[in-house]
């Protein structure tokens, strides 16, 4: 793959990344996800202000998102490019495009990517994010379970020779990535005020869903 062919394969990865899933699914029910709770795109955000079943069709489509460029990329590209079109999906859902650069934290996304470059390692880091959540009841140390177990499982994959060392690079910008989104988060949970999946913000933002 020439590096003309490499940089589009990236950008694509990002434009996919930046389908505002969250955003389109909030809309239907006639809420503006990007003015309510948090602000973000992501299922944490669409479940305070929408519900589980918008919930579950954003966290679906987030997964999607990161798996089939990936996926697609990881059968023919060098593995540079696809580890770098891994965290261009992340990048695309935290900073979209067609949001004014706006979105969530890329839980979902990263999910989905890990499973495009390892199937088994993305069940691997699903479990340990679900865990997490389950102890603490706060989705964004769901998130940062993800990004951290996904660089640990990209270390160890690579270790025993699943998969190629370049894709920890992935995990490492990932994390970065995540980290990036989760600055708020972090604040709120050391001042004891990050809310708790399922806790319905004050502010729900209700749009026409007719023309």
Known sequence: MNFILAVAAILVAYIFGSIPVGY???RLYGVDVTASGSGRTG???VLRSVGPVAAALTVLGDILKGLIPVYLLATVAHPLVTALAATATVVGHNHSLFLHFRGGVGA?????ALGGLTFPGALVVAAAGLIALGISRYASVLSTTIAVATLVVLVVFAG???VPYTYILSGVLTLL???NALRPN???L???TERKVGQKPENIVRVSTHH
Request: hydrophobic share 50%; glycine share 22%.
């Open 43 to 45: 299922g944490t955000n």
């Open 24 to 26: 389109l699914v909030a």
């Open 177 to 179: 990535v995540m980290f």
């Open 186 to 188: 972090f604040a709120r």
């Open 190 to 192: 050391r001042a004891g």
């Open 160 to 162: 025993l020779g699943y």
């Open 108 to 112: 979902g996304t990263a999910m989905g």
